[in-house]
Structure formats: structure tokens, C-alpha cells
């Protein structure tokens, strides 16, 4: 692991950087410069790509490769038929489609019409699926037929005023497939529009939103933060000529969620920037992985750290290093197995980056120097913080204190007019994500909610997330939505969730500490764990569950958390029943000595 960055190590990596200088000033104008951003939205900046690069590849699925040109001309026929059906600037689309080509050319057909996209998260389902589209007033909602079903268990309780849309689960490009029964095929449907860039993209200006990616922040159920055309061409210039500079004949391989910033603003926005190809998968498999690679002459791929553990895990083979793979862009590559996967994969370069989707504070890895997310790009610091309230601590002159070298501290980024503070959809939740006068009169900064420290030479290392969020599974589980489902269940009257480290994994697995309800002598694990299965993505059901006799309050009720942590899942902390699912299980057994001596040695694969 990496503990000190030197002047020295940083010198030596140098070479690295000084390639990227003309890019980075290149960037650098151009951030400055909001008219030519207002004049360069997204879709305007695309069909530019589109006619440079009109016989280029642009995607590579299954078999079928797909140029800039004929992306772009069935992106115009899409959005000149939902003019035509009375869409426009200000509508919002809910978008939900598992990976593959037809997610990004509905995207980007939206946008042509001055209208956005919510990128809902496919392994929704239910109540957080009803309040992820309601959140943002969809009007409309564009569905992949492989998402249909779950779609329609909850339409009722939907506020889309429109006919579904429905996309065919098939290339659509090529073959759009046939009519359907109570829903629009709006593949077929738009068959015979207009092939030209549609007139209403000259109408869009950089502070329209193009779309929402939901997070689930520090505290609550999803939110829905808004990409304003200005961010993602910021992000389009950014990505693509300082962190992950392409050539046209790169190839990018993603498996991660396009409904996710890394794959969308990070891979997808850097391949369209330099006329690359990119090559997308459904899902992500770790015994497929390095053969998809090579299948798609990939040059460099998307990672989040989950991502990376996956394949550590995977058996040694001669062929590890059998690739066209220079460098990975992405984030979240925890510093205990940085070198082990560079050097079991051949890889030069890790591309680290740190980013929120709420704001303008990004840092990346410009001198390509290990376990470290590189350097913040614009106005940061790390502030001391609370241990139990997980809020800053202030001075006795009120002001936030900065941690030293070393030493972990909150990350914030300050907020400036160049800099701005983009938000969530429901304005209300913005306030709680900024912190005003913390070291003069008058300043604003964002609260990351994330724990880093600097490493030396201003080299940030991630360490943990505050607040009421844990990351797992390479996504945030919002501690609110899995009480929510906790407590709907019959058995249980109360519940607290939170994140605990498993040796040997990223991020934190999910914990909850229920309290039973009257009458109930014993939790039925089997049902709990169906009822779990019915209500949550699969990465949020939680792996731990505790039975309490009461949950420790504050006297402003709020939930005492510090002890239930410390306690995790050692069975000699808990005095009551303690359970886990192991993994392939359908139900919970007890957390015996034997059983937490095997999880702490990492003899299961969560």
C-alpha cells in the first residue's frame, strides 16, 4: 500500500503528466468559457462527432458494430417522432433498459429535443422504483422489454401521464420487431421519421437539464441529481482530454450500469470526445471479463473497485495478461490491492478519479502514481470531523479545521460561480449538503460526505463514506430505503441499518439490528430473507441481521449507531441472535465462533 507520496515519486511520474499539458489547457479554456459551452450542449457537441466520424464504429455489442453516422440518424428519428406525438423542452423521460445499445440512443434522442432522461436503476423494483420516477415528474417513460414486468407492477402508482414506450429486447438498428399489444414499439414507430438533426437542439441552453442520475446521497431514499448540459460537456472535455485522453482507434470496454456516472460521463463521454469505439457488455461476469476484452480489442476499461476485487478473485490463468488493455479508468481501486491487480494484469495505467455527481470537484490521477485518487482539479479541503455525529468540527472562532497530512479528514469542495453547486431535483435536499462560513464570511462548500486523507504532494486516498450511506457492490445503498423494507415486514416493529467492513471485500456489507415485534418469540430468517428479496436490489438486502431487546435512542430519538458498528457482526459484541447470509443462500444462519473465524479469514466470497 502506498502510505507517503514523495517529491521525488512525483518528479519521477512527471512524463505522464507533461503528455497531458496540451489537453489540460485545451480544458481549461474551454471550462472558462460558458458561451461556447451553451453553444456545444450535448446533443449539439454529438452530431458534430457524428459527421467527423461518420464511418468510425462508435458501439460494439454481441456481434454487431455500429457507426457515429447511423447512431445519430436513428437518434434524430426517434426524437423527430416524439415531437411529433407533442414532447418537448422541459419534459422528462423515465428511462429504464438494462445495458445496451438502445439505452444510450434513447438518451441522447431525449436531449435532441431539449427534453431529459431520470436513469433509473434496473434492479429497481417497487417502492423505490415508484419514488425514483415520481420524484422527478416523469411525463413519459421509455422501458426495455426486459424491465416491462416490473414496470407494470407498479404503473398504477406511477405519475406518467403517457402510453408506455416500449424498446424490443433485440438489436433494434436493424430489426425493430413487431407491433405490441397495449404499449407503443417505439422502435417501429419511428421508423419512417426524419433522419436530419432536428431544429430544436439549436433551442437548448447549457443550464437545461439533460439528465438525472440518482444517488443515494448521505441520508434518505434516492435522490435525483440533475446533469445540466453544461456539466456533461464540462464532463465530455474533462474525461476526454485530461483523465481518459483516446485516440479514434481506441476501444473502451465497460460492464458497469449506464445509469452510473463512471460508465456514462466517464467512458461513454471520453470515447464520443475522441471519435473511439466503445464496446459495452449486458452485465458484468468475472470469468467472462478478460475474454470480452479480447473479443473487443479493447484498449482500456471502465472499473469501479468491486469490479477489480471480482476478478482478483478469479482463478490464476496463463491468459491474464493475453490483452490489448494500457490503462483502466474509473474509481474506487482500494489501495490493498492496487499493485497485486496491476501486476497479476499487465496494467500501465490506473486512471483514479475521485467525483460527485452533485457538483463540480473532481480529482483524478494525472501522474499515474499508485493508491491514490490523484489531486482535486478545483478548490478542496479535508476538515476534521465528529467521530459519533460524523459532523466538522469547528474552532472556537467557528471556523472548520483542516486536517494534516496524513490524517483523515471530510473532503469538501468549494462552491464558486465558476464552480457551481448543480443539486438535486428536489431543491430541499440541497441545503443539507452545504456548509456556509467554514473558514471566512460568506463561503460555501459541498460536504462530499466521503473521508479521504492526503497522502503528501496533495494526493488524496479515498478511506470511508459518513452520513447514513455505505457503498456496496459497487453502488450506495441508502440506509432509509432498507429500514423502510425492514419495517413492512410483519415481524418487526423497529429497525437500524448500516454498513460493516468484511475482511476482504470492498466496501461495506449491509447490517441491520431489528427489534421484534410484541408477541413475536423468534425472527423467521426464511421469511425475512423472502421478504427482503421481494423488495430490495440484490445488493441491498443486508448480510447481517441482529435481533435487539431496544434500539439505543438519542434524546432527540435519533438512533444510536456508534455501538451497533463497533459491535459488527462479532458474536461475542452481540447479546442477542445474530445472523448472516452466505453466500448463493436464500436464508440467514447464526453467526457462530466458528462461522465468523471462517467469514474474518475469507473463506466466502460475498
Known amino acids: 500500500m502506498e502510505d507517503r507520496i514523495t517529491v521525488g515519486k512525483l518528479l519521477r511520474n512527471s512524463r505522464y503528466f507533461l503528455r497531458r499539458l496540451p489537453g489540460i489547457a485545451r480544458v481549461l479554456r474551454r471550462l472558462r468559457d460558458t458561451a461556447w459551452q451553451d453553444q456545444h450542449t450535448y446533443p449539439v457537441f454529438f452530431a458534430q462527432q457524428a459527421q467527423r466520424f461518420s464511418e468510425h464504429t462508435l458501439i460494439r455489442y454481441e456481434g454487431t458494430d455500429i457507426r457515429y453516422g447511423e447512431f445519430n440518424a ?168 485530461i483523465i481518459n485522453p483516446l485516440k479514434p482507434d481506441d476501444v473502451v470496454f465497460s460492464s458497469l450500469p449506464l445509469y452510473h456516472t463512471t460508465a456514462l460521463l466517464v467512458c461513454w463521454c471520453s470515447v464520443i470526445h475522441s471519435g473511439a469505439a466503445f464496446a459495452l ?78 457538483s463540480s470537484l473532481v480529482a483524478c490521477n494525472l501522474f499515474n502514481l499508485d493508491c491514490t485518487v490523484g489531486k482535486p482539479l ?59 462560513d467554514a473558514f471566512k464570511d460568506g463561503d460555501r462548500w459541498f460536504n462530499t460526505g466521503d473521508v479521504l486523507r492526503d497522502i503528501g504532494c496533495g494526493q488524496l486516498q479515498f478511506c470511508d463514506r459518513t452520513g447514513d450511506t455505505y457503498r456496496w457492490k459497487g453502488e450506495n445503498v441508502s440506509t432509509q430505503e432498507v429500514e423502510n423494507a425492514c419495517n413492512a415486514f410483519v415481524q418487526v416493529s423497529e429497525s437500524v441499518v448500516y454498513g460493516v467492513e468484511i475482511p476482504g471485500t470492498n466496501g461495506k456489507a449491509g447490517m441491520a439490528a431489528l427489534k421484534l415485534a410484541d408477541g413475536i418469540g423468534q425472527l423467521d430468517t426464511a421469511d425475512l430473507c423472502q421478504h427482503l428479496n421481494a423488495e430490495l436490489p440484490g445488493y441491498a438486502v443486508p448480510v447481517f441481521v441482529r435481533v435487539c431487546r431496544e434500539l439505543e435512542k438519542t434524546e432527540t430519538f435519533k438512533y444510536q449507531k456508534v455501538g451497533l458498528k463497533r459491535a459488527a457482526f462479532d458474536p461475542s459484541q452481540c447479546d442477542g441472535p445474530l445472523y448472516v447470509r452466505l453466500p448463493g443462500s436464500e436464508d440467514y444462519e447464526s453467526v457462530t465462533p466458528e462461522v465468523f473465524a471462517a467469514i474474518n479469514r475469507g473463506e466466502y466470497r460475498f
Open 281 to 358: 457488455s449486458r452485465k458484468f461476469s468475472a470469468s467472462h471479463f478478460w475474454d470480452d476484452v479480447r473479443r473487443y480489442e479493447a484498449t482500456v476499461f471502465g472499473y469501479v473497485g468491486e469490479l477489480c476485487r471480482y476478478l482478483l478473485n478469479q482463478p490464476p490463468s496463463s491468459d491474464d495478461r493475453s490483452h490489448s488493455i494500457r490503462s483502466m479508468t474509473g474509481n474506487g481501486l482500494r489501495p490493498e490491492i492496487w499493485l497485486e491487480f496491476k501486476q497479476r494484469f499487465g496494467i500501465e495505467k490506473v486512471n483514479e478519479l475521485y467525483g460527485a455527481s452533485e
Open 378 to 436: 478545483t478548490s478542496s479541503a479535508l476538515v476534521r470531523v465528529d467521530e459519533e455525529t460524523e459532523q466538522p468540527v469547528r474552532d472556537a472562532s467557528g471556523r472548520l479545521i483542516k486536517v494534516d497530512v496524513g490524517e483523515p479528514g471530510l473532503l469538501l469542495g468549494e462552491i464558486t460561480e465558476a464552480l457551481p453547486f448543480d443539486g438535486y431535483s428536489d431543491k430541499s435536499k440541497n441545503s443539507s449538503k452545504i456548509i456556509c
Open 74 to 241: 436513428a437518434a434524430n428519428r426517434i426524437a423527430h417522432y416524439l415531437m411529433a406525438r407533442g414532447f418537448g423542452r422541459g419534459d422528462t423521460f423515465a428511462l429504464l433498459m438494462e445495458n445496451r445499445p438502445e439505452f444510450l440512443l434513447y438518451h441522447l434522442a431525449v436531449t435532441k429535443i431539449g427534453a431529459s432522461s431520470a436513469l433509473i436503476n434496473n434492479a429497481q423494483k417497487g417502492d423505490p422504483l415508484v419514488h425514483s420516477i415520481n420524484l422527478v415528474g416523469c411525463r413519459a417513460a421509455i422501458v426495455g422489454e426486459e424491465r416491462l414486468d416490473v414496470y407494470t407492477q407498479v404503473a398504477d402508482q406511477l405519475c406518467v401521464s403517457e402510453p408506455v414506450f416500449v424498446v424490443p429486447d433485440r438489436h433494434t438498428l436493424n430489426d425493430p420487431g413487431p407491433e405490441l399489444t397495449g404499449a407503443v414499439n417505439i422502435a417501429r414507430a419511428s421508423l419512417d421519421s426524419a433522419e436530419t438533426n432536428p431544429e430544436s437542439v439549436g433551442c437548448i441552453r447549457g443550464d437545461d437539464p439533460a439528465w438525472y442520475v440518482f444517488t443515494s446521497g448521505t441520508t434518505g431514499l434516492p435522490k435525483a441529481s440533475v446533469q445540466t448540459h453544461r456539466r456533461v460537456i464540462k464532463a465530455i472535455l474533462t474525461f476526454g482530454n
